[in-house]
């Protein structure tokens, strides 16, 4: 009987103490990590993106880009330095009494979906980064200043704002750890659980910026190893496979060494240099990934063969043993699969294109060029319509003729990129350039149609400043997020507020302000809007108080519903 075995309770009880200890350090690690993040927030938050602002408001450069950078980093340190450290040094100090963290995660953990806007603004924040330190002179002495300081810790402001994306990840890695360590029959295992599915959701998003940045850093070598003759610096050039390969020459048996970069979406063919620094290489020949072919060859005096086929060159190549030609060949076809797929698929959206007559956007749903994306004026920049796809674009960008057949094959008025797949040429933007979308440049009724809220509302900054009417969405996709654009079909949007911590006010009867208005307020941030009606007020309110607490919000139906779904048929208007 175990009752009558002291040294299994011991064993038992040593058992026990051995988790318990397990726990607690883990749990002592989340506190320290905690600190030192907060820390690090507190720097991109308050010194960074503070002096920066300040010197904006100066006129040294517009104040827009310094948004554009740091994105929603003040609610990100907002939350974690006045709500998540705080209960965690709480709930240490108590830790004799209440030995858990779960709970404490799984009430804070939806908060964290905030940093799906920070991950996703992430790529362009790093561009900006880069254009203004070399743009401005006043913006990069900044920089340099606050990086030489013994806060930065020899470190550039790059490496700090990678620290939010990997921080959630750290959150998952953790808490997996934690479980493992707690028993099955513990109060605490399934508030730990339901903070770790969160977590985890929000890691998938950090885990992919994490890849985007590993994979610019390896373009960043590949490109110096390249002489920096090569433009591969480029966030749609994927790196596939690398390495050293023979080349069979044409003419003779001989074989040469030579070293292949393979891209998703080209094969840079090199020649090794003799460098005292490292690797070296000379690009002999660039081959397209479109039209590529690979195929397996067999030669009696090489073993190992396979040729690669461009519209460039073709190339005769001996791998170094069975299984690495295997894996040449392997990567090659994945890359060649893939890359004809998305071809595939935005060439069958052309098919349609000047068969019959499109959907007119309103003149009034837009205030900017839905192609170049220049706001409209009455004088210099008016608004015309592109009859092959129907939308509302500047006179640069509808200065073309195509023939329509749903016309009779007359020549139409079309936009440029229309002309192009109208008429077969091959300037219209390619989706496998992978040109990268701005965080802004998020279509309006792209969103709209798959939203939980969206409408007009009056909208301001300063009490003192008259207010826009402008069209407000919070998507489904992103229910954290309230973005403003300044109509229904706009391509753009003209900004967007992260509502995760914003304090929301229902402003009463006023002098100033009608009974329809309400503000959302977070530290020297104050967004004013007034809806048309005190029922539309409502509906907005109701929303944005679940948004700004992260929980999801439940959908309401359109302010607007033939705005907001489109429903409606264009007419042509002469333009």
């Known amino acids: 009987d175990d009752k009558h075995n002291p040294r299994k309770n011991d064993s038992c009880f040593q058992q026990e103490q051995i988790k318990e200890l397990k726990l607690y350090k883990i749990a002592s690690e989340l506190l320290q990590t905690e600190r030192a993040y907060v820390t690090r927030l507190h720097l991109l938050d308050q010194v960074f993106c503070a002096r920066l602002t300040e010197e904006a408001g100066k006129g040294m450069f517009p104040v827009e880009v310094v948004k554009g950078i740091f994105s929603n980093v003040g609610s990100i340190y907002t939350f974690h330095s006045q709500f998540l450290l705080p209960d965690l040094e709480t709930r240490m100090s108590q830790w004799a009494s209440t030995p858990r963290i779960g709970d404490i995660l799984a009430q804070l953990a939806p908060f964290l979906?905030?940093?799906?806007?920070?991950?996703?603004?992430?790529?362009?924040?790093?561009?900006?980064?880069?254009?203004?330190?070399?743009?401005?002179?006043?913006?990069?002495?900044?920089?340099?200043?606050?990086?030489s300081q013994e806060v930065c810790g020899n470190l550039t402001l790059q490496h700090h704002m990678l620290e939010p994306v990997q921080r959630v990840p750290r959150y998952e890695m953790l808490l997996k750890d934690y479980l493992k360590k707690l028993p099955e029959d513990d109060p605490d295992c399934s508030q730990a659980k339901k903070s770790l599915n969160i977590i985890s959701m929000a890691a998938t998003h950090s885990n992919m910026a994490i890849r985007k940045m590993e994979n610019l850093k390896k373009l960043m070598e590949i490109y110096e190893m390249l002489g920096g003759e090569e433009d591969i610096v480029n966030p749609s050039n994927e790196l596939i496979k690398e390495g050293q390969i023979?080349?069979?020459?044409?003419?003779?048996?001989?074989?040469?060494?030579?070293?292949?970069?393979?891209?998703?979406?080209?094969l840079l063919y090199c020649v090794p240099k003799f460098s005292l620094v490292g690797q070296r290489f000379t690009v002999r020949t660039r081959v397209c990934v479109e039209g590529m072919?690979?195929?397996?060859?067999?030669?009696?005096?090489?073993?190992?063969?396979?040729q690669v086929s461009g519209k460039e060159r073709t190339l005769e190549l001996q791998a170094s043993s069975e299984q690495d030609k295997e894996d040449w060949i392997k990567a090659f076809q994945e890359t060649i699969e893939i890359f004809q797929q998305k071809n595939e698929t935005f060439k069958s959206s052309r098919l349609e294109l000047g068969k019959r007559a499109p959907r007119w956007i309103r003149d009034n749903e837009v205030t900017m060029c839905m192609k170049c994306k220049e706001p409209f004026n009455p004088l210099t920049r008016r608004r015309h319509h592109c009859r092959a796809c129907g939308y509302v674009v500047c006179y640069k960008c509808s200065d073309y003729k195509a023939s329509l057949r749903y016309d009779g094959n007359k020549l139409n008025k079309v936009c440029k990129d229309c002309y192009f797949i109208l008429t077969g040429r091959a300037d219209a933007e390619e989706p496998v350039s992978g040109k990268k979308r701005g965080i802004l440049e998020i279509e309006a009724a792209q969103v709209s149609g798959n939203s939980f809220l969206c409408g007009f509302l009056q909208y301001s900054t300063d009490r003192t400043k008259p207010c826009q009417r402008v069209w407000c969405v919070i998507p489904q996709h992103d229910a954290l997020v309230l973005y403003l654009y300044g109509a229904p079909q706009d391509v753009k949007a003209q900004c967007t507020i992260p509502l995760?911590?914003?304090?929301?006010?229902?402003?009463?009867?006023?002098?100033?302000?009608?009974p329809t208005s309400f503000r959302l307020c977070q530290s020297k941030s104050v967004h004013c809007f007034t809806a048309d009606t005190e029922e539309v007020k409502l509906r907005w309110l109701k929303v944005i108080h679940k948004a700004v607490i992260g929980e999801m919000p439940e959908c309401q139906t359109p302010v607007d519903d033939d705005l907001a779904n489109g429903c409606h048929e264009g007419v042509p208007d002469g333009t």
């Open 500 to 514: 995760l911590g914003y304090q929301v006010e229902d402003v009463q009867r006023s002098v100033d302000h009608p």
């Open 246 to 266: 023979l080349k069979l020459a044409a003419r003779n048996t001989s074989s040469m060494e030579r070293y292949l970069f393979l891209f998703n979406n080209m």
């Open 293 to 306: 072919k690979v195929l397996e060859t067999s030669n009696e005096d090489y073993p190992h063969t396979f």
């Open 113 to 147: 979906r905030m940093y799906a806007e920070y991950v996703k603004n992430f790529d362009s924040a790093m561009d900006l980064l880069k254009q203004w330190t070399e743009r401005s002179a006043q913006f990069n002495t900044i920089i340099q200043d606050i990086q």
